[in-house]
């Protein structure tokens, strides 16, 4: 594709300002650049301002943005730094001349974990004021959680309240972020390119290529399937294999895989029965059927197709919710729905299918922890899949991805893959270190990986796991390989907690205050500490009782303890895989 003069989409407003760069001290910039590397062949002494790329990324999605654009931005001249917020203080943005933000929110409303202290600096009393600053910033989240965008909002309004001044609009992305990120950047870097005088050309087409590279699958073909959970359990948790030889796919151990799932064919043909058409019929030249098992998100409804249900509605249930205008209310009562169970409350055909399908969100890729290391098994990737099963009414619901591999892919057959890296969640450099992973059900993974790549390259560091869930004799899932593992000492501790083998239910976070004094030596010892599982309630759990552990056996106010994991967090010590 040609090159194009940088230029300002007419569709959003952007506001010009003069701007003068702020006066900030020599020690931020020298602090600047020891902390994250700029531009390739500049230094601390480099007279042009810098620009500062800075990212909140919880599975990688605002990293990515913020990394393309960065390198775009640096092939056309502009001066660069890339960072994580957890790389630098609230006071070196006083070092740089404009400021953009990518920001993801997780969880329920939450901060990533990379951008967690950089707020608490930020909203806090003694943030600085930032007049001179121009920034923008992109919020990455889902319209059908409440709280969408909130991380992005609370940094854009802050900024504002500081002093700071926006080059650009603050743009919100739902799930389908590619193509308003690529055009929202375009438009950032061709502001910054303005304001800085540079006679610079964008090639409109590099970040739409880059955003293609990054998601680019392979059809791995699963090579093997086997039931972890126990006969009696009440999960339904496999262990899946995907061949990836002579794929160039490569990954580490920590990583995690990208899979694009094919819808139920159950629901797509209730849809189609719905709307009143044949499954062959073509809509933009695809056949119907196709486009809702492969292109759109059928099992959670988008908040648009609520809106249209709601003006057709034939249900008197769901009237009364919707006219009653409680939110709360109305999430109860869509809690746990899909797309099937919403038309089932308009008359048929009272949505087109080109409506229907414009409506519904573009299907997207699901993410696993990958459960091996490529020292281990080179030519494929491990996962450790729990599958959502739940009934509602007359209904038996499954998840769409974690069925499709489940239930319906066939072995021998291929599933879309892709690798997406997680830098935030790595084994330490130093193989001398001691670990400890905290893991209950899926949660194991990563820890799997972490254990097989330990034992392969000989690690010398103690290796410390904490596993739970319900019941020990259908839900301890790998037992054999952990047990083997303790037996041969590659595992140093082993601390189980099945919640519902006795009358109290105790739970990893019990284990861990129960072994509070030794957990706190193994942390003054410099381990560290690896959290996977549930971001909602077990994360948090997990993290009030490490607090407590430090508190305890540290000799440690409340406060001194949140300081302490603060610092290990800053320190890349506490890492989290939280979903």
Known sequence: MGKLKLSISEDIKIHRIKRTIPGFAAKTVERLWRLVRPSAGSSATDPKPMVGFLYGSQTGNAESLARDAAALAESVGIHILLAALDEIDADDL???????????????????????????????TEAPQFYGLHFGVLAL??????DFCRAGKQVDARLEALGATRLIARLDCDVDFEEPAARWTRDVLALIAGENSLSANLNAGALDAQASARHRSFSAKLVERRRLSGATSDKDIHHLEFGIADSGITYTAGDAVGIRPVNDPELVGAIITWLGFNADALMDGKPLDFILLREREIRNPPVELVHAVAERTVDDNFRAVWQSGDEQALRDFLHGVDVVDLLSWAPPASLSAEDLLQLLKPLTHRCYSIASSPLVAAQSVHLTIGSLRYVRGNRAYRGACSSFLSDRLVKGTGADIFIVPNQNFRLPTDPSTPIIMVGP????????AFLQERQAIGASGRNWLFFGDQHHDSDFIYHDEILNQLRDGVLTRLDLAFSRDQPEKIYVQTRMLENGADLYDWLEQGAFFYLCGDAIRMARDVENALIQVIAQHGGMSNPMAQDYVARMKREKRYLRDVY
């Open 141 to 146: 989240g889902n319209k059908n959680y409440r």
């Open 441 to 448: 059900g899926t949660g194991i993974a990563p820890f799997r």
């Open 94 to 124: 006083l070092g740089l001349s404009e400021v953009v933000f990518f920001l993801s929110t997780y969880g329920e409303g939450d901060m990533p974990d990379n951008a967690e202290l950089f707020w608490e600096t930020l909203s806090g």
